[in-house]
């Protein structure tokens, strides 16, 4: 009997068995979805260096567009929005 019990503790269990697969696809998993949200990152990253140069690019242009259009003319201070274009008649 004695020699019976210990090739029985020797054997791991099914239940052992499938509980350590369960662990290891678990951290198949994780590894995965840790190699996704790094991924995600990456691209959300470049997303938002592109955004900066674009914003810059627009600055850029919008000055460049202000200085170079002789009838622009910057609001003064005091000056309240009004009308664009005199139409007046």
Do not use: C, F
């Not at 955004?51 to 309240?80: A, I």
Request: no cysteine.
């Amino acid at each position: 009997m004695v020699a019976i019990s210990a090739t029985n503790s020797a054997t791991p269990s099914l239940r052992q068995v499938l509980g350590g697969a369960r662990v290891a696809q678990a951290r198949r998993e994780v590894d995965q979805a840790e190699a996704n949200a790094k991924t995600l990152r990456q691209q959300a990253d470049q997303a938002e260096s592109e955004v900066q140069q674009s914003q810059g690019r627009l600055r850029d242009l919008s000055q460049r567009s202000q200085q170079m259009d002789p009838t622009y003319q910057p609001r003064k201070p005091d000056q309240t929005i009004g009308r664009i274009l005199n139409l007046s008649i």
